[in-house]
């Protein structure tokens, strides 16, 4: 029998709470004796400490344009969805999820399947809030990844089908490097899918005297 003053569409908190207990003995309380705001912790070297969506880049950050940054790109990541991707390249940071595929909800009949991407940005993924709605930069970015994912993917095997991509940029670093890394976390999640493809889709920004997506 169900619960009367159940919410089952959101997370309940627990009954009661108690209040945490700190042990002193597990920090050394004369490392932060005369610290102050603004100031690094744990003895950490101001370079160290990178803020998202910094307003001027440091010297320690600030990179050549014939330099290739680091990426880390780990698979998946969301356990509810068929395939998911995270990748990081220096100040853009992307997350991607891929559910299906699934049987289309439109009446007729395709002898290919679809692909359906949708991009969302974080409210803190730039330095102005962004407002929490879909926007042009939102439908231009999935137009553009779309664009790169369908010669890969098999969709001559998914008639009717549709494969929904799910993408959050959490860290803006423009919108061409967002690009860049939107689709070679998409591809890979496409592969961590089992979706069978031509191959996967490697992507990068270009730095020159126009900025480039290849």
């Known amino acids: 029998m169900a619960q ?12 009661e709470s108690f209040q945490p207990n700190f042990d002193d003995d597990l920090e050394d ?3 932060y004796k005369g610290w102050k705001l603004g100031q690094t912790r744990r003895k950490r070297r101001a370079e160290d400490i990178r803020p998202i969506c910094a307003m001027n880049i440091s ?17 998946g990541l969301v356990n509810q ?4 991707a995270y990748i990081e390249t220096e100040r853009t940071k992307v997350a991607c999820a891929v559910y299906g ?10 002898e290919v399947g679809k692909l359906s991407v949708e991009v969302k940005f974080t409210p803190f993924s730039s330095i102005v809030r962004r407002v929490p709605i879909r926007d042009a930069e939102d439908r231009s970015i999935a137009a553009l990844v779309q664009q790169a994912l369908t010669p890969s993917v098999r969709l001559d095997l998914l008639p009717k089908s549709v494969i929904d991509i799910s993408i959050t940029i959490i860290e803006c ?10 689709t070679v976390a998409a591809s890979t999640s496409l592969a961590k899918a089992g979706i069978e493809m031509f191959g996967l889709v490697v992507s990068c920004a270009a730095v020159g005297s126009t900025l480039v997506v290849l």
């Open 101 to 110: 595929p699934r049987q289309s909800k439109s009446s007729a009949y395709h």
């Open 81 to 84: 969805a068929n395939g998911s």
């Open 29 to 31: 309380a004369s490392l």
């Open 173 to 182: 670093d423009g919108i061409e490097s967002c690009v860049a890394a939107a």
């Open 59 to 75: 010297s320690a950050h600030a990179r050549h344009s014939t330099k290739v940054t680091q990426t880390v790109l780990k698979q």
């Open 4 to 15: 009367s003053g159940f919410d089952r569409r959101r997370v309940n908190g627990p009954t």
